[in-house]
C-alpha cells in the first residue's frame, strides 16, 4: 500500500534538474509532496487531485497520472535549497489520511 | 499559533516509561494526525481525529499506544510500557477541514524525538 518513491537518492550540481517519481498499487485520490530537511519538519510543496495537476512555485512542478497511479515532481534550474529528502504522499479517498513513500534525498552541491 | 505545535521536542525515556507527547494543531482546525517516522524512512501513519472524534487508529502499533483529543484542540499521544523499538520521531499534522479539498493543505510540526534506553 505504501507509494514507492524513485530514485531513492540523487546528487546534482546547482542549476541542474531532476525528476522524482511516485507510484501506488492503488487508485489515488490525491498526492501531496513534501520536503523535509534533517531535524525539521515536512514542508508541504504542492497537492495534485484527481482530474488535475498544480502547478507550484519557484521551479517546483508536478504532474500526476491518475490512469498509472503515478505522480512525478519536477524541479528544474536547482537551487542549494532544495536539497533535503522529498516525500510523496497518497491519498486513497476523500479522508485525509496520507500514506507516505520511503523518501527521495535530494543533495544539491554549488 | 502560527503553526504546529509539539512538545517536548526531545525526550529519553527509560525502557518500561510511559511518555506524553503533545501536540498543539494550528487555531481551528478541525483534522489532527499522529505520524510516526523512523530515522532514514517516511512518516507512518498512527491516528486520526475529526474535532475531539478519533475516526482512525488503526496505525497505532499496540495497545501501548493511546491517543486523545478531549475537547477537540490539544492532543496527546500516550505510550506506555516504552520499548527501545518505539525509538522515532513522532509528527502531529493539522489541516483546516475535513479530507482534502482543492487547495487544503496538511501542516507538520517539527515533531517529538523519543528515544527509549
Known amino acids: 500500500q505504501q507509494p514507492v518513491q524513485s530514485p531513492q537518492a540523487v546528487i546534482l550540481r546547482e542549476g541542474e534538474d531532476a525528476v522524482i517519481n511516485c507510484s501506488s498499487s492503488k487508485a489515488l485520490y490525491s498526492v501531496h509532496w513534501y520536503r523535509q530537511k534533517h531535524g525539521e519538519a515536512p514542508v508541504f510543496l504542492m497537492i495534485?487531485?484527481?482530474?488535475?495537476e498544480q502547478k507550484g512555485h519557484d521551479k517546483i512542478s508536478a504532474s500526476f497520472n491518475e490512469k498509472k497511479q503515478q505522480s512525478s515532481l519536477y524541479l528544474t534550474a536547482s537551487q542549494l535549497s532544495y536539497s533535503g529528502t522529498y516525500f510523496c504522499g497518497t491519498e486513497k479517498n476523500q479522508g485525509g489520511k496520507l500514506i507516505f513513500g520511503q523518501g527521495t534525498e535530494l543533495s544539491v552541491k554549488p | 499559533g502560527a503553526g504546529v505545535s509539539q512538545s517536548p521536542r526531545y525526550k529519553v525515556a527509560k525502557r518500561g516509561q510511559d511518555v506524553a507527547l503533545r501536540c498543539d494543531p494550528i487555531s481551528g482546525h478541525v483534522s489532527l494526525f499522529w505520524y510516526q517516522q523512523a530515522l532514514g524512512q517516511g512518516p507512518e501513519f498512527l491516528t486520526y481525529?475529526?474535532?475531539?472524534?478519533?475516526?482512525?487508529k488503526s496505525g497505532l502499533p499496540s495497545d501501548r499506544f493511546f491517543a486523545e483529543r478531549p475537547e477537540g484542540s490539544v492532543s496527546t499521544l500516550k505510550i506506555q510500557r516504552t520499548q527501545q523499538e518505539d525509538s522515532a520521531v513522532y509528527l502531529c499534522?493539522?489541516?483546516?477541514?475535513?479530507?482534502?479539498?482543492?487547495?487544503?493543505?496538511?501542516?507538520f510540526g517539527e515533531g517529538s524525538w523519543l528515544t527509549v534506553v
Open positions: 481525529f475529526q474535532n475531539e472524534a478519533q475516526l482512525d
Open positions: 499534522a493539522s489541516s483546516l477541514v475535513v479530507g482534502t479539498v482543492s487547495g487544503n493543505t496538511i501542516y
Open positions: 495534485l487531485l484527481k482530474g488535475g
